[in-house]
């Protein structure tokens, strides 16, 4: 069966810091990824997403970037985080219809 | 592009009555509808889909209505329960696009009263 992990679980940073977010999904094979951030009570805001290897969608032009250097692995990237950075960061793989959701990154952003 | 609403954006309920979930789209080359759940701190997941080629879908409690000529889909929950509480999000795609995208209606926040 498929599985999507997210590292780190929480993380705590300073404004003006770099960020590193990993996925990776096991049990599939060249599947779609999607990086979404959700603000505080609020819906499902979609960052990037990737149809392949080296292929990068971005939906919202901002401090973030994202790469895909292997077929099961997503990273979210900032060099220089912002306030507005803070939020639940999920990762998900698209499945014949259904998107499946990582467990989350919640960050936080001082 | 697809644009969904949805409505209330909070609903509050009596433990063991209905409640219903609006989604409107606009995009009539959407074929694809589901609903998750988001329980507090945790991941959305999907608790019931449609298809464009049917009208009705129903799971135990919760069923799903599709209006294909009026580009809506509702979520009906039966005989509340405390579990319930949660957000819901509906989702409109277009299945087949290889560039697979979900557009998300902004959430419902269902509070269910014991």
């Known amino acids: 069966s498929q599985t999507i992990h997210q590292w780190p679980a929480t993380l705590v940073q300073p404004v003006g810091s770099p960020l590193s977010l990993e996925c990776t999904v096991e049990g599939t094979s060249n599947p779609n990824l999607y990086w979404y951030r959700q603000a505080a009570g609020r819906g499902l805001q979609l960052l990037f997403y990737?149809?392949?290897?080296?292929?990068i969608s971005s939906e919202v032009p901002q401090n973030l970037s994202a790469s895909r250097p292997q077929d099961r692995q997503f990273i979210l990237s900032s060099k220089k985080l912002l306030l507005s950075d803070s939020g639940f960061y999920l990762c998900a793989w698209t499945g014949y219809n259904e998107q499946f959701f990582g467990p989350g990154t919640r960050l936080t952003v001082l | 592009g697809e644009n969904v609403e949805q409505h209330p954006s909070t609903l509050s309920v009596q433990e063991g009555d209905s409640a219903v979930i609006k989604c409107t789209y606009s995009?009539?080359?959407?074929?694809?509808f589901p609903w998750y759940k988001q329980e507090l701190g945790k991941r959305p997941q999907l608790i019931i889909d449609?298809?464009?080629n049917v009208g009705e879908k129903k799971d135990q409690r919760i069923a799903v209505t599709l209006n294909k000529t009026a580009k809506h889909f509702s979520l009906h929950i039966t005989e509340t329960q405390p579990e319930d509480s949660a957000v819901y999000f509906c989702a409109a795609s277009v299945v087949g696009d290889s560039n697979y995208q979900l557009i998300w209606g902004a959430g419902t926040k269902l509070i269910i009263k014991p």
């Open positions: 449609i298809r464009s």
């Open positions: 995009d009539s080359a959407s074929n694809y």
């Open positions: 990737s149809v392949g290897i080296g292929q």
